[in-house]
């Protein structure tokens, strides 16, 4: 018996519907990812469990150094600062401040996580609109750079300088503008259109307690148009002019924000990121020429800073995880609900009858820590070749929940219990929103330059996620001491 070149497929009839689209659509091969950065998926699995994180350290680096020469061969004068909410895990940050980033912080948490890390206060941006009076005053002690957020910080603030003594340090006003993006971020700083910006640097400047020479603005997250940068600058250029022409106040350092895009889809999104994310060079272009073309004759150009982050780690992070079972989401053909004989208003809803359904994965990953999937949708593919035509497949999470649902109509072959799946890019905020929920999160790993895969996080067990619990004394123990 002649022995096929390929594992057969039964033929199959599949019903062509109106806003469905043919299984066809996806292509006639499955794609795969058996390998990361040269170590093999079956290896991270056997050596570390499943679900399990992996980072490639090479791809960091690599960003990180194309981000860099965008904006260095246009604009000499900028700074990147990592954002610690992106992904905050040691290993991670500190890839990017070995490449010379700063430290961009949002809260108590995550100052004292980077001045753990050695990162003195003066590289530490501390943004965010609630900076509790302890560690606000930490960070003003060590020279970190306040990003005032409203007025009442700026009040503290200035309590804070008095109260130590502290000589006049250079803070930067937040503002929030239009620059053509909706939702305009109006919960985050002073609104800069409607003056009162200007304002506020008006109250710093007469106080005469803090100097005033930074801007920064933060325009939103996955931003598609280049463009808006450009506005933004520009518009930061124009301001910080008013507060030298009309107050005398130098700007030497404009903050951009973060907010570049990241090769994940949105949801709803027509083309792939592939097609529509800009590039590093796009957006440097935007923001240098906003920054140069109102630049004075003879003005210095103020240092620029970039907080970005999703960029930089997103395609750097994968999520292996294993198929537990198939299943098939039936659907339900109801006929409208029939008044019931008698009095009264209730309705009798018909028999419910299962028609054809379509194909579903239960996986033993879930939501929880694949946060980002409310907004992205990732490209999951098997860890090994395998034959058939993908077909839309639900991918249903390990949580007892409904909603548990990582992603819906995924291209994907006929897969079996124990087959493993690659979640990518999910190195973006996944990690840093991940919740505890029934479930241990799992090992986190990284492959080194080198090739060495390195444990930068443990899987969690019991004692760590009831270390912080207390049982209190129950009556009868209460009961029996009293006794005692």
Not at 350 to 371: C, I, K, M, Q
Request: charged share 20%; proline share 7%; hydrophobic share 40%.
């Amino acid at each position: 018996m002649k022995t096929l070149p390929f594992a057969y497929e039964p033929p199959r009839i599949e019903v062509l519907e109106v806003g469905r689209m043919n299984g066809s659509a996806y292509g006639t091969h499955s794609e795969s990812c058996d390998t990361i950065d040269g170590v093999p998926v079956a290896d991270f699995l056997a050596a570390h469990g499943s679900p399990l994180f992996v980072f490639s350290e090479r791809t960091l680096h690599e960003t990180y150094r194309r981000a860099h020469a965008a904006f260095f061969k246009r604009y000499p004068n900028t700074q990147f600062a990592w954002s610690y909410k992106t992904n905050y895990l040691k290993a991670i940050c500190n890839v990017f401040h070995e490449e010379g980033a700063w430290a961009e912080v949002v809260s108590e948490f995550e100052y004292q996580k980077a001045r753990a890390l050695g990162i003195p206060g003066r590289q530490i941006i501390f943004n965010g609109p609630h900076k509790p009076r302890p560690v606000l005053r930490q960070a003003l002690r060590e020279g970190a750079r306040i990003q005032i957020d409203h007025f009442e910080e700026l009040v503290m603030v200035e309590e804070i300088v008095a109260e130590e003594l502290i000589d006049a340090p250079a803070i930067s006003l937040r503002v929030y503008l239009d620059a053509g993006i909706r939702p305009v971020w109006s919960k985050f700083g002073f609104n800069l259109d409607d003056g009162e910006a200007w304002r506020a640097a008006q109250r710093l400047h007469h106080g005469g307690i803090v100097k005033l020479t930074g801007l920064h603005t933060h325009l939103g997250t996955y931003i598609l148009d280049p463009g808006a940068y450009r506005t933004a600058a520009r518009k930061l250029m124009a301001f910080a002019k008013k507060l030298k022409d009309e107050l005398g106040l130098e700007i030497d350092t404009l903050n951009l924000g973060g907010g570049f895009a990241s090769r994940n889809t949105l949801h709803g999104q027509y083309l792939p990121a592939e097609q529509v994310v800009p590039s590093f060079d796009a957006y440097a272009e935007a923001i240098s020429d906003g920054i140069l073309d109102r630049l004075e004759p003879g003005q210095a150009a103020p240092k620029l800073i970039l907080e970005t982050g999703r960029a930089m780690v997103d395609e750097a992070g994968y999520l292996l995880t294993t198929v537990v079972a198939n299943k098939v989401n039936r659907l339900y053909a109801d006929a409208p609900p029939v008044p019931l004989q008698g009095k009264g208003p209730s309705m009798k809803l018909p028999d419910s009858t299962p028609t054809r359904g379509s194909h579903a994965l239960l996986v033993d990953a879930g939501v929880h820590l694949l946060y980002a999937a409310n907004w992205y949708r990732f490209k999951i593919v098997p860890a090994r070749k395998t034959p058939g035509m993908p077909t839309p497949t639900t991918l249903y999470g390990c949580l007892c929940m409904n909603i548990d649902v990582i992603q819906d109509a995924t291209p994907l072959p006929a897969l079996s219990p124990g087959d493993a799946l690659v979640v990518h890019p999910v190195g973006a905020y996944n990690l840093s929103q991940s919740m505890q929920f029934i479930a241990y999160r799992p090992r986190v790993v990284m492959v080194m330059e080198d090739g060495r895969v390195e444990v930068i996080r443990e899987r969690e067990d019991l004692s760590y996620v009831e270390q912080l619990e207390r049982m209190p004394a129950t009556r009868r123990q209460l009961k029996e001491l009293a006794f005692a």
